[in-house]
Structures are given as structure tokens and as C-alpha cells.
């Protein structure tokens, strides 16, 4: 079993950034591919970023220029930069780590609880 903890998120004016980080414990891989969904009220999870074990990084269409995913093997811990957070960013966000990644919420088998950013205007 893989344990995920997302922390860093928080409320803060549109402009403005934020830093999620993710730790990893137990039975952990470097092969994982690591993902940020969100899930804003009233709508489905989507895919924001990943990153694979291989340091491909791929983004949703709509954060591509303001978040950035990294990863830190040694520390069991991924990132995800938020700049120029707009109104729209606002949900509830969730790490994932999973053997086949990609896009979908189906290629992640492990799940964070997941932490709120409110972007206010």
C-alpha cells in the first residue's frame, strides 16, 4: 500500500500562488506516475498535471505557463507550483500515484485526501 498527504493548500486572492506537495510513504516506486486532480463542486475530477517516472511533464490545457509539477524522488514528495491562480482554479486537490498514469483517474491506484485552494477575487 502506498500512503499519499497533499498539504499546502489554502485561500489566497486571484494573482496570487500556492505550493502543494504531496508525500509518499510505505510501498513507494520511482516507476509511479504521479498526478494533481481537482474536483471543483457540483463537477467531475479532472486532470491537472503529471509527472512520470521518467520526468515527462504533461498539463492540463488551462494551467499549461502557470502550474508546474515536480517530483523529488529522494524525499517521496511531488509538487505542484500554482502561479496566476484564477477564480476558476478553486477546488478540492487530490495527488495520485499509480503504475499506469495517464489522464484518466483509472490509471491511479492510490489517492491522496485531498486539500482545498480557494482562489477569491
Known amino acids: 500500500q502506498v500512503q499519499l498527504v497533499e498539504s499546502g493548500g489554502g485561500l489566497v486572492q486571484a494573482g496570487g500562488s500556492l505550493r502543494l506537495s504531496c508525500a509518499a510513504s510505505g510501498r513507494t516506486s520511482s516507476t509511479y506516475s504521479m498526478a494533481w486532480f481537482r474536483q471543483a463542486p457540483g463537477k467531475e475530477r479532472e486532470f491537472v498535471a503529471r509527472?512520470?517516472?521518467?520526468?515527462?511533464?504533461f498539463y492540463k490545457d488551462s494551467v499549461k505557463g502557470r502550474f508546474t509539477i515536480s517530483r523529488d524522488n529522494a524525499k517521496n514528495t511531488v509538487y505542484l507550483q500554482m502561479n496566476v491562480l484564477e477564480l476558476e482554479d478553486t477546488a478540492v486537490y487530490y495527488c495520485a500515484a499509480g503504475s499506469r498514469g495517464g489522464e484518466s483517474a483509472l490509471g491511479y491506484e492510490y489517492w491522496g485526501q485531498g486539500t482545498q485552494v480557494t482562489v477569491s477575487s
Open positions: 509527472i512520470t517516472w521518467m520526468g515527462r511533464l
